[in-house]
């Protein structure tokens, strides 16, 4: 089940609260599954290990994103703009990536998804 807290505080905005309560709380198991991005603006945002199965981040902006190992299972990211995301070692089993733009994404590791890239 996805942390409310963390959810709320990903929607306030990426550079000036995310980006930095990650630095301060590294540690912090990050649940994010199941929850409902599509269409936001998540450019450059931490997401390192962060499980989100299930997610909807269609349309999303997630350009120069770090998603290192993060869960990204079952997650919907068609039409997502992944520009220079990193998603090394990754866990895209099951994702729908169609429409993706993967455009120097760091794909090192990662699982396949369900269609190819």
Do not use: C, F
């Not at 990903?10 to 599509?38: C, F, I, M, Y």
């Not at 290990?49 to 190992?69: E, I, P, Q, V």
Request: proline share 3%.
């Amino acid at each position: 089940m996805a942390n409310q807290q963390q959810l709320d505080l990903l929607k306030q905005g990426v550079t000036e609260s995310w980006n930095r309560w990650r630095q301060d709380h590294p540690e912090t198991a990050l649940e994010l599954n199941g929850v409902d991005l599509s269409g936001a603006n998540l450019g450059e945002v931490d997401l390192a290990h962060a499980d989100l199965s299930r997610a909807d981040l269609s349309g999303a902006d997630l350009n120069n994103a770090t998603m290192y190992r993060a869960d990204l299972s079952d997650a919907n990211l068609i039409g997502a703009d992944l520009t220079g995301a990193n998603l090394a070692e990754a866990n895209l089993r099951g994702t729908n990536v169609r429409g993706a733009n993967v455009s120097w994404t760091n794909l090192n590791e990662a699982s396949p998804p369900q269609d190819s890239l």
